[in-house]
Each structure stands twice: as structure tokens, then as C-alpha cells.
């Protein structure tokens, strides 16, 4: 591989990111203004635990059967068959699979309506001593169960175009999810719900079905200008059908480390006892529901944006093999989730409280709740670079046809975050909850980057270790100059929402500003390629005016 093709892929995965970044930004606004709806409506209590229960149950199964172990198996296997036997042949594989998702997840669904009281019985043992929450948290997950097969298919969807290189409408789809679960929630839970005998908490259910076929349906389209149809095939024994069952079994437990360990969080979050009055607790579910919002933004916007850019790349350089070409891409995406993540960490961590006062501080979400969110925020953030790193290392091993390391080392992580729970939770609650999920996220990123190294013979580690070194002293920066302000501001002539949004936007700011002077001072080559890929077009446009 020469040179010139090199920088030709690093700069393909960099404008690609961008533009899943835009779109995965869009998605994640909406997302937080979905939870301000929530928030001022429902606060964090019972009917909010119970919503956020209830669709856990279908998320989990969408993380570990649809966007998570479907979806990279998919496009690795899709993105190759198209690269060796072409494209007709790529469309009956399609089909095939297709097929085979609506039998089989159709199936998982049934099963899981029948037994959803043994399965919210599982995910959270503590509702069942609070009158009323575990039979809400029954029903409304029965209610968002089909949301799993529209979302297994908008998956395979969002697969397809990618390895077609079309990345804008299959990122933007999650946007959609988002703009119909808010509206059609809305509309069937307050404005047709009284008429209708539905409740509200139960209306937003619903909404969340109504988001799940948007989400399909909004890829459709592009779908067919690429000559994409759909036809009923069960010549299920098909070398490209055995290849993605084949990754799909580990990778199953390979993608889901972070997902299983919310899983087990919710566990034990909904069987924590308030000291005071030695009952169970509730809010802490909402509480790290709201905290980890905050995290899926960056941990979308950058780590799964690069993760889905770099993934049919990565997939075409071993059709081929070249493995220097997967080498370099691999860890130049790394540099870019470091770059771009440890900073974000930083902020939060030394923002946690303002930002959350600012986005959910309304309605029924009080100061108690802003402190309890914000706590829980700092923790989380301690592990998001190791969050966006896993995201473009686990597909990187299921490009290379080993789904067995994600595997062996998920499991182990599970086990080390159980028992890290029992530990730190009745110190510290849901706080040592989220420490817990992070440290566990951190650990398993080093250990597939470790076995990746030894896969490889090499992963450019020395160099990825001083751009990391550089964006860490940056972030100290960072933290220094935005702890500052943000304690300076409460000298500013404003009050309540003013304040919050003034503090939040100016500390933002400056303290941003620094960390793009240091970048630049310390020669962080990819802070160039990561303004280009997010904001070129716009800053060329303007330079021009």
C-alpha cells in the first residue's frame, strides 16, 4: 500500500465521521430535548423508573441483537460479498438476512411479551416492593416490544447504505426515532389519551413505536435509488448468512459489555434504600438515565460517528488483505475519538451540575435531582474516551473475522462490574454505579487494544500514546480555565435560567477556546482533520464571504 492511498483513507474516514457527527448531533438534541420533556412532565420518580425499565428491556435486545452484534456483522460481511462477488449477489444476501431477522426476532418477541414478568422481575427485583411500579413497568414494556424488530431492520437498513457510502440519511435516521416518539407520544398520551382512556406515561410508549418506524422508514427511499428491494429468500445456507451468524454469536457478548453492565446497574439502582426512611428509593433509575444522556451525545457524535465511518473501510482493506492500510486507519480513529472525547470527559466531569440545571431543572425535576444526575454525570465521564475507543476497536476485530476476543474479554467485564457494584453501591449508590460502569469500560478498552496490538504486531502505539499525551494536557487546561469561570459566574447580573444558560455557554467558550490554542501549540495533527470533517464546508463558506 503506498502513501497516497493511506492518506486517501484517513481522509475518507475523517469526512465521513463528519458527516455521521452532524447528523448523530441532530439525533442527540432531540434525544435531549425528548428527556426535558420527560423530566418536566414525569420528573425522576415511579412512572419515570418504570418508562425507563420497561424500554430497557427491547434497547438491551436492539443493542445485542440489532445495532450492535446484526449491524457490524452485517456491513462486514455485506461490505466484502459487494467488494468480491458484487452487488446482485450483496442484495440477495440481503434479502436472505432480512428474512431471517422478521422469523427470528418476531419470534424473540413473543417469547419476551409471554414472560416479560419474569424478565422485569430479573432487571429490577426492588419494584416489586413499590405498589403499583412493577405492573406499570410490565405493561409498558409489553407496549414497546415490537419496537425491536423496526429496529433491527433499520439497522440492517443503516448497514447497507453505509457500505453503498451513504452515510448522512441512515445517521439522521435516529433524528427521526427521536421527532416521532416526542410527537406522537405527545399526541396519543395529552391530547388523544384522555379520549382514548390511555395515560400518559403509556402514550409516550407507544411514541416510541411510532419513532421506531420512522427511523425504518425515513431510509427507505435511499435505499431504492441504490436498487434495493426486498423479496422473501430462505436459502438461509449461504456462505455470507453462516459468516454473519458466525460473528454474530460472540459478538452478541462482544458488543454488549456496556449494555449488560446497564442492565445489571438497573438491578441494583432499583433496590437501593433511602437511609433516612430505610425504604427503596425511587429516582436513581432516572438518575443515571438522565446522567448518561449526556454521554451518549459525545459518545455518539464522535465515537460511534467515527466507529460507522471507519467500519466498511476497514471491512474493504481486509477483502484484499492489506493490513498496513487497517493499521493506519485503525489507530489515526483512535487518535480522533481521543482527541475529541477527553476533552468532552473533562467538561463534563467540571460542568456536571450547571449543565444538568440547565437542560432539566423544569417542571417536577428539582435541585435535589440536578445534584443526584450530576453526580452520577462526573463518574460516568471518568470512562468516555475508554467508551468511544471501544466503539471502533470491537468492529475492527469482527473486520478481521475474530469475534471471539470482543467476546472473552466482555465477559470477563461483566463479571468484574458485578462485583464492583456489590461493592461500591451501598457507599455510594448510584454513584459508585456509574464509577463502576466506567472503570469497567476503561478496562476492557485497554485489553482490545492489547490483543489488537498482538494481532497486528503493531498498532502505532508509541505515536498514539503522545497525541494522547498531548490532548491530555490540553483537557488539563481545559479544566483549569473552565473551573475558573464557571465559579466566577455566579458574579454575573442574571438569575435562575439566565444564570445557568450564561455560566454553561461562556465557560463553554473560553474554556474550548484554550484547549484549541494548546492543540495547536502542541502540533495535535488531528485537530485539523476533525474541523475540517465537522465544520469545513461551513467554515470554507464563510472564509469565502
Avoid at 20 to 43: N, Y
Avoid at 292 to 311: D, E, K, S
Avoid at 467 to 486: F, G, P
Wanted: charge should be positive; proline fraction near 4%; include cysteine.
Amino acid at each position: 500500500m503506498d502513501n497516497d492511498s493511506a492518506q486517501q483513507s484517513r481522509a475518507n474516514v475523517a469526512r465521513n465521521a463528519g458527516i455521521v457527527s452532524l447528523a448523530v448531533m441532530a439525533s442527540r438534541v432531540l434525544g435531549l430535548v425528548r428527556d426535558q420533556i420527560f423530566a418536566g412532565l414525569f420528573g425522576a420518580g415511579l412512572q419515570y423508573d418504570a418508562f425507563l425499565t420497561a424500554f430497557r428491556v427491547p434497547n438491551l435486545l436492539r443493542d445485542l441483537l440489532a445495532e450492535g452484534a446484526l449491524s457490524s456483522a452485517f456491513v462486514t460481511t455485506f461490505t466484502q460479498t459487494l467488494q468480491q462477488k458484487g452487488k446482485d449477489e450483496a442484495l440477495r444476501l440481503s434479502n436472505r438476512v432480512a428474512t431471517l431477522i422478521v422469523a427470528v426476532i418476531t419470534a424473540i418477541s413473543i417469547f419476551a411479551w409471554i414472560f416479560t414478568p419474569e424478565i422485569v422481575r430479573l432487571l429490577a427485583p426492588g419494584f416489586f416492593a413499590v405498589p403499583g411500579k412493577a405492573e406499570l413497568t410490565i405493561e409498558l414494556t409489553r407496549v414497546m416490544m415490537p419496537f425491536l424488530l423496526l429496529i433491527a431492520l433499520a439497522a440492517q437498513a443503516m448497514g447497507m447504505l453505509n457500505a453503498f457510502n451513504i452515510y448522512g440519511i441512515p445517521a439522521l435516521a435516529s433524528a427521526f426515532f427521536n421527532i416521532g416518539s416526542i410527537a406522537g407520544g405527545l399526541l396519543l398520551g395529552y391530547l388523544a389519551g384522555p379520549a382514548i382512556g390511555l395515560s400518559p406515561i403509556a402514550g409516550m410508549a407507544y411514541g416510541v413505536l411510532i419513532g421506531g418506524f420512522l427511523q425504518f422508514a425515513v431510509q427507505w427511499p435511499s435505499l431504492r435509488r441504490c436498487g434495493v428491494g426486498y423479496r422473501a429468500d430462505w436459502k438461509l445456507n449461504d456462505d455470507g448468512v453462516r459468516q454473519i451468524l458466525r460473528l454474530m454469536g460472540p459478538a452478541i457478548i462482544g458488543t454488549a459489555a456496556v449494555q449488560i453492565n446497564v442492565f445489571v446497574n438497573t438491578s441494583f439502582a432499583s433496590a437501593i434504600v433511602d437511609p433516612a426512611t430505610g425504604a427503596i428509593t425511587n429516582g436513581p433509575v432516572s438518575w443515571l438515565n438522565y446522567a448518561f444522556r449526556f454521554m451518549q451525545f459525545p459518545i455518539g457524535v464522535f465515537g460511534v460517528a467515527i466507529a460507522t465511518a471507519v467500519l466498511p473501510t476497514l471491512s474493504r482493506s481486509t477483502a484484499n488483505p492489506d493490513y498496513s492500510e487497517f493499521r493506519q486507519t485503525l489507530a489515526h480513529s483512535l487518535a480522533l475519538v481521543f482527541l475529541l472525547c477527553i476533552p468532552s470527559a473533562v467538561g463534563l466531569a467540571v460542568l456536571a451540575k450547571p449543565i444538568v440545571a440547565l437542560v432539566f431543572e423544569h417542571g417536577k425535576f428539582t435541585a435535589f435531582d440536578t445534584a443526584q444526575t450530576a453526580n452520577a454525570l462526573a463518574a460516568y465521564a471518568i470512562g468516555l474516551a475508554g467508551y468511544g475507543a471501544i466503539k471502533v476497536l470491537s468492529p475492527a476485530f469482527y473486520a478481521l473475522g475474530d469475534a471471539r476476543t470482543p467476546m472473552l474479554i466482555s465477559l470477563g467485564s461483566i463479571a468484574v462490574n458485578y462485583a464492583m457494584n456489590s461493592l461500591l453501591v451501598g457507599p455510594f449508590g448510584h454513584v459508585g454505579l456509574a464509577f463502576s460502569t466506567s472503570t469497567v469500560a476503561l478496562v476492557n478498552f485497554l485489553l482490545l487494544a492489547l490483543f489488537m496490538r498482538r494481532r497486528l504486531g503493531r498498532l502505532a502505539g508509541r505515536q498514539l500514546a503522545i497525541t494522547a499525551l498531548k490532548i491530555a494536557l490540553a483537557s488539563a487546561a481545559l479544566a483549569v480555565v473552565a473551573w475558573i469561570v464557571n465559579e466566577s459566574a455566579g458574579a454575573l447580573p442574571v438569575r435562575g435560567f439566565a444564570l445557568e444558560f450564561s455560566r454553561v455557554v461562556v465557560t463553554i467558550a473560553l474554556a474550548g477556546a484554550t484547549f484549541y490554542i494548546l492543540c495547536r501549540l502542541l502540533q495535535v495533527n488531528e485537530l485539523q482533520e476533525a474541523i475540517d470533517a465537522i465544520g469545513g464546508k461551513l467554515l470554507r463558506r464563510l472564509r469565502r464571504k
